[in-house]
């Protein structure tokens, strides 16, 4: 009976991956709109040596069904040709597709938000749209978005798309990176209807703004110093009274964010921990990176460890039915989330590796500290004792 006991907290979080963890409601369909009756909307993508995916992210956003867009790209001081890249690209439906030369980094600016900033300065809509250059939008996304930011009464429409992985590491690493977040916001549409500002998150792969909205906040110039401006942005949209809102658009919304494990690796390094810590309470921050890193060992590594040892002779029958049990547990939720993700689920069966590297990369990142590098640019953030 104590094996079987000692198994629950790992039943629980199955259970809790399937019965609590939900993504938000789909979009709704595209009104027809004629466009002199259309807002226009500024699609704004920050791009810094994105040679790899601005051109596919730009002929997806250049044939858009919306009848009045305009798509403004900012080279942020790019050394792989994206800038002459994306001027190659046709503007297709769009008014005019604008390749902005980024300036010079200010002090105190990390570059995404400046980025941003530069292209909310030249665009002419009534809404703005921030997209990645990781990203590929369906024709009808962006008049889905604008029905959908109507239909809700938002400030600020965030959406869900899905992840593309096609390399072994993306596809083990990539759901441990998730399921964490998940476990944090486990609902984002429920979150992001409550009233408080700490829990709110939004994606930063695709935000919708209405401009007045976005220029009252103070725009990317309040948030010029966020390693995770999304989130940032979110926070600062709810505690001003606006409206937040967070929908999903799997089959018209996708985003290949790395390509291989240093890519992962580095990429997820410059903001799990910092981040991830900017939706704590102060008074909570020292202790929740040593409890996140003491709980992902104890739950994925501990377990496969005590399993070997048991089956070479370590250990009685207890704890090989305990470390066997709580294992088998472990693959079935990873099959099951690995699966939700689009990858197949027999990865979940080397759960072990993959949580050993989410390990190692949220170790790197708490041992960074302030301290980032993020495509060839490095950043001392100020202390987040200093942060609300």
């Not at 601005?54 to 002929?59: E, F, K, M, S």
């Not at 209405?210 to 989130?231: C, F, K």
């Not at 926070?235 to 018209?252: N, Y």
């Not at 207890?318 to 547990?329: D, E, I, K, Q, Y």
């Amino acid at each position: 009976m104590t094996p079987l006991l000692l198994m629950l907290p790992w039943l629980g979080l199955l259970g809790f991956v399937l019965f609590v963890v939900s993504e938000p409601s789909e979009l709704p369909a595209a009104r027809s709109l004629e466009e002199g009756n259309a807002p226009l909307v500024s699609v704004i993508v920050p791009a810094r040596n994105e040679s790899l995916n601005i051109a596919t992210c730009l002929a997806s956003l250049t044939r858009s069904s919306y009848p009045a867009f305009e798509v403004i790209v900012v080279d942020d001081g790019s050394s792989d040709g994206t800038g002459r890249i994306a001027r190659g690209i046709a503007p297709g439906r769009a008014r005019r597709l604008v390749v902005v030369d980024g300036e010079e980094l200010p002090p105190g600016w990390l570059g995404k938000p400046w980025a941003c900033w530069q292209g909310a300065r030249e665009a002419r809509g009534d809404f703005l749209l921030f997209t990645d250059a990781d990203t590929t939008h369906g024709e009808t996304l962006l008049a889905r978005a604008v029905a959908g930011l109507d239909e809700e009464g938002a400030d600020l429409l965030s959406l869900m798309g899905r992840q593309l992985m096609a390399t072994f590491w993306e596809k083990l690493v990539q759901p441990q990176v998730f399921l964490t977040m998940a476990c944090r916001y486990p609902r984002f549409e429920v979150i992001a209807r409550r009233p408080g500002w700490r829990h709110a998150i939004a994606n930063g792969q695709f935000m919708l703004f209405r401009r007045e909205a976005y220029e009252s906040l103070g725009g990317h110039q309040a948030v010029r110093d966020e390693i995770a401006e999304d989130l940032a942005l979110a926070q600062l949209v709810k505690r001003e009274g606006r409206t937040l809102r967070i929908r999903r658009a799997h089959a018209d919304l996708a985003t290949r964010m790395y390509r291989s494990l240093p890519h992962l690796i580095e990429g997820w390094s410059k903001n799990i921990v910092m981040g991830g810590l900017q939706s704590f309470p102060p008074r909570l921050r020292p202790l929740m990176a040593p409890l996140a890193l003491g709980v992902g060992v104890g739950l994925w590594l501990i377990p496969p460890l005590v399993l070997f040892l048991a089956l070479v002779g370590v250990g009685g029958t207890g704890t090989l039915v305990w470390s066997a049990g709580v294992c088998a547990l472990s693959v079935l939720l990873w099959a099951h989330f690995t699966r939700r993700m689009g990858a197949p689920s027999g990865y979940g069966l080397l759960y072990p590796l993959g949580a050993l590297v989410g390990v190692y990369i949220f170790v790197r990142s708490w041992t960074r500290g302030r301290h980032v590098v993020w495509k060839d640019r490095s950043y001392d953030l100020r202390p987040l004792s200093d942060r609300v």
